[in-house]
């Protein structure tokens, strides 16, 4: 079942540029993932997509793993999951990153960290609040993170939604604000904030990209709030 939130389309053959960009995306917005499944997404073949992969490989924008064994261990070689690098994400745009820490830094020295915290929950509310009302409409946790991933990637956030254990776990597979959230983690925070939010229930961040994770990734439980905010006896 695919996650909500993310999409592909099928590449024509013959086309190496794009066909490699595309394979890159699916890296971005599904890695760690196989070069099967991008093969299958794609329809292309998989020596094509594994053409592409190990050039990424080679010019350091992706690299391989070996895939989790599930029961006993066959002959051959074990399967590799892919996914980019910090450098492969790059190449899907970091505009204006020295302008936007320059700018935040003389935020700081003049107005102090309140005045950092007060633009990121500005730029936050502006990001989620025209999807608001799609969200909240949605009946539980599950359905709303679903529609916060499709959200969100609409945004540029190549995100997505799945069920995980006993919640929700939300991962966005590109931060188009990653180098400047290194240095101002406020962004990450208010933006977290704004989830649980939105989501109706706490939530917690488990990975994020600016601390050089792959994928920022949300846990989100199945247990609601209580009306007056608390948690649930």
């Known amino acids: 079942m695919k996650n909500a939130g993310t999409h592909s389309t099928a590449v024509p053959a013959g086309h190496d540029g794009r066909t490699r960009h595309a394979v890159a995306r699916l890296l971005l917005e599904q890695g760690p993932v196989s070069a099967a499944s991008v093969a299958e997404q794609l329809g292309i073949s998989s020596a094509a997509v594994r053409r592409h992969i190990d050039a990424l490989v080679a010019d350091g924008e992706a690299t391989g793993r070996e895939a989790p064994r599930r029961g006993q261990r066959g002959r051959g070689r074990p399967a590799k999951l ?9 190449r899907f745009g970091h505009a204006y990153d020295d302008l936007a820490v320059a700018a935040l830094r003389f935020l700081a020295e003049q107005g102090g960290e309140e005045a950092v915290r007060a633009f990121a929950q500005r730029r936050v509310s502006a990001l989620v609040d025209q999807h608001r009302a799609a969200i909240v409409a949605q009946p539980d946790a599950a359905e709303r993170a679903k529609a916060l991933a499709i959200a969100l990637t609409r945004e540029g956030y190549a995100a997505s939604a799945r069920h995980v254990g006993a919640g929700e776990q939300l991962c966005q597979h590109l931060c188009p604000v990653a180098h400047v959230a290194a240095e101002f983690p406020q962004l990450c925070e208010t933006e977290t904030a704004a989830f649980a939010d939105l989501l109706g229930t706490h939530v917690q961040r488990l990975a994020t990209i600016a601390r050089g994770d ?11 709030r209580n009306p007056d ?5």
């Open 82 to 90: 892919f996914l980019l690098t910090e450098q492969g994400r790059a």
């Open 214 to 224: 792959a994928v920022c990734t949300t846990h989100i439980p199945n247990t609601p």
């Open 229 to 233: 905010g608390g948690e649930p006896a």
